[in-house]
């Protein structure tokens, strides 16, 4: 039987304190067994992953140059990570971006087809603490239209970040413009999305929430929303039970020149502001400090669309402030504090 004295030993030698370079995918492997790894500029081929798998507990890696990725149309992803976590020292992975970027030619997918989009940037399921700081997701080109999207914008379903965690998260500094949601919560618990500016999508979301899903304790503060569908919105999907979402806090956050809704709270996904279902139970959803939308004219402020008996509790709204627009649509009387 091991001691914990004896697993610390086996552990440290298990680690090798050296220096790998990638350079291609085929120095992928020697380098993941080093604790620094270098990463130059190189273009992953089409079709493949560019994969860290298996990295050591605190492990860096140091982003050199700009990685392109070939263009083909398959399943994905384009990059993908794993780490082996350390139970006794809680080391982690730190990856130092320098300000390069990863180039994921989604135009070539838009072009093909607006649906055959590169999906989401990030999708986070981590199961040890993370944070993400300091990214820029630039999906700008896919605002324009082409000969196959009818004129709508031919990029879609370029969600920013995708999140499922299992341990605490926070994502922060980071700036998304897109066609989609700027972060999607679909279950977890504690969740921060703190200082990000979100451009041209569907806003800072929690869910689709579905059968099942749990979030809870998530913190959504100091984000600038500008232009897009949305600002905030927490949509449920209207078939869905077992499910919650509780103990959202919005603070410092603002809003402006969205063309449907400030604030969305929505039971009826698929639809909008349809028959809400009920089998997702929604509680502790505040604002607190300050939180402003500037709406324009037509555009709703805030709608509320709760299932019979789904949203619970007393929702302190009085640090939300909400001006122009069309007149609110707000069918739960929960909610105090809030007078446009």
């Not at 709608?303 to 707000?330: D, F, M, P, R, Y």
Request: glycine content about 14%; some cysteine; aromatic content about 6%.
């Amino acid at each position: 039987m091991f001691t914990e004295a004896l697993l610390v030993a086996f552990l440290s030698t298990a680690v090798r304190a050296c220096t790998g370079t990638i350079s291609s995918l085929t120095d992928v492997t020697a380098a993941s067994a080093c604790t620094t790894i270098n990463v130059n500029s190189f273009t992953v081929p089409a079709g493949q992953t560019f994969a860290l798998t298996s990295l050591l507990a605190g492990t860096t890696i140091n982003i050199l140059g700009d990685i392109t990725f070939g263009e083909k149309v398959w399943a994905g992803p384009l990059f993908s990570i794993s780490i082996i976590i350390c139970i006794i020292t809680g080391d982690i992975v730190t990856v130092n971006g320098n300000g390069h970027t990863f180039n994921g030619n989604g135009q070539f997918y838009w072009n093909l087809k607006v649906l055959n989009s590169p999906a989401q940037a990030f999708s986070i399921d981590n199961s040890a603490p993370l944070i993400i700081s300091g990214i820029t997701i630039d999906d700008s080109l896919g605002d324009q239209a082409n000969s196959m999207s009818g004129g709508a914008p031919a990029g879609a379903n370029t969600d920013g970040f995708d999140v499922g965690n299992q341990a605490p998260l926070t994502i922060s500094n980071c700036t998304v413009k897109n066609q989609d949601d700027c972060v999607a919560i679909n279950s977890g618990t504690n969740v921060i999305f703190t200082g990000n500016h979100c451009s041209g999508g569907h806003g800072i979301s929690i869910g689709s929430i579905d059968t099942g899903d749990i979030v809870s304790n998530i913190t959504i503060s100091n984000n600038v929303i500008t232009s897009g569908a949305n600002g905030l919105r927490i949509k449920t999907v209207a078939t869905a039970t077992s499910a919650t979402v509780s103990g959202v806090t919005y603070s410092g956050n603002t809003v402006s020149g969205v063309t449907q809704f400030g604030l969305l709270i929505d039971q009826s996904y698929p639809a909008t502001l349809g028959t809400p279902g009920s089998g997702v139970i929604i509680s502790g959803i505040n604002f607190v400090g300050t939180n402003t939308f500037t709406i324009a004219s037509g555009v709703v402020p805030v709608a509320v669309n709760c299932g019979s008996g789904s949203c619970q509790g007393t929702w302190n709204w009085s640090g939300l402030k909400t001006s122009g627009g069309a007149a609110n649509k707000i069918n739960y009387s929960g909610i105090t504090g809030y007078s446009g």
